[in-house]
């Protein structure tokens, strides 16, 4: 009793919190989080993308270089090598200017030195396993799971690999009606990597009139030049603020198969086709995007292509189909993150 009653009476002691993610779904993990964050003193880690920046007009940031291990799978360990060795070195100054008591991270490698050096600087870290890995862990996962104080995994398949995690699983249907919608089509690659397979294909297929009324595409770190195609606006980045008046506008989303663009497409009501990454042609450092979409399309909330050749298909099925509303709900996450965070912060006072 004496311990609850300490609890109750730290909680609202504010911890120097490191909030760590890479970009796209990643750093979505941690926004929806916020009812925990925002009662502390925080700040964000992430990698230098359009997200992170956007991010950084709200909030404080501090910008890491990209790198992941699957760049040496697609054969450029040095290109690898040199991002890791600038990250580290940035990780290392954000960690001595920051000292943060806690860090909560949902990954990738590019904060992963900054989560290992604040740990063993003193700080707790708590790893939440990223909502995009349902059957196997991340590699980003076996690392921090090493040295994490405490792991958080978001499937049941996860669990059963590390029985030792706390299972949340955030996945839920929602029954509210589809909200009105425009004749707009929103055509994203994400916020990471470019994507000019997807680029090409929704063009062509809109060339062919197989996307009627106005199309919208962010094409991500790539050369693109006006299509001259007319209805078609073309973006290199978009703000996070002006993407959601996207969503709540658009009647379809074609998207890569990553898990933030997947729930945010969900969670406005839109018909989504997935059009994930594949390891095999280089465009990712894995196939766990297609592992996610086809999560997704086997209970019936979209689409899934994996080839070009098959986007028109993909498209038509959208729209003959009765879209389906859904989202991740961490209610029961950040409320376990509180009683933590109060417990760490009565002993520090």
């Known amino acids: 009793m004496a311990d609850a009653t300490a ?125 995009a890995r349902f059957h196997h862990p991340s590699a980003f996962g076996k690392m921090a799971k090493g040295v994490a104080t405490i792991t958080f995994v978001q499937s049941a398949a996860l669990k059963q690999a590390w029985p030792d995690a706390e299972l949340f699983d955030p996945f839920r249907m929602l029954d509210t009606p589809r909200p009105p919608k425009q004749a707009l089509t929103f ?59 996207l969503l709540r506008d658009a009647d379809m989303v074609i998207c890569h198969g990553g898990t933030g663009s997947l729930v945010t497409a969900l969670r406005a009501g839109c018909r989504v086709v997935a059009f994930p990454r594949r390891f095999d042609l280089g465009e990712h450092y894995d196939d766990h995007q297609e592992e996610i979409a086809q999560t997704f399309a086997d209970r019936g909330l979209l689409q899934a292509v994996r080839d070009e050749t098959k986007l028109g298909e993909a498209v038509a099925a959208a729209k003959a189909a009765e879209p389906k509303l859904a989202t991740t709900d961490q209610t029961a996450l950040a409320n376990r993150l509180r009683e933590l965070l109060a417990g760490w912060g009565a002993k520090k006072r």
Request: hydrophobic letters at 40%.
């Open 187 to 245: 055509a994203t690659v994400g916020a990471t990597l470019p994507f000019p397979r997807l680029v090409q294909a929704v063009l062509d297929l809109k060339r062919a009139g197989g996307l009627p009324g106005k199309l919208v595409l962010q094409y991500g770190d790539q050369d693109l030049t006006d299509p001259g195609i007319p209805d078609v606006e073309i973006r290199r980045t978009i703000p996070f603020d002006d993407l959601q008046l």
């Open 7 to 131: 609890m109750e009476q730290n909680a609202g002691k504010p911890l120097k919190m490191c909030l760590a993610a890479s970009g796209g779904g990643h750093l979505r993990q941690i926004l929806d989080l916020e009812s925990v964050w925002k009662e502390h003193d925080y700040f964000f880690v992430t990698e230098d993308t359009a997200l992170g920046r956007s991010l950084a007009e709200k909030h404080p940031v501090e910008l890491v270089e990209h790198y992941a291990l699957g760049q040496a799978r697609l054969g450029h360990p040095l290109h690898m090598l040199g991002g890791a060795w600038r990250n580290f070195r940035q990780s290392l100054g954000i960690v001595r200017r920051q000292k943060p008591d806690v860090v909560i991270s949902t990954g990738a490698g590019a904060v992963f030195f900054t989560a290992l050096l604040a740990k063993l600087s003193g700080a707790k870290f708590v790893h939440i396993e990223s909502f």
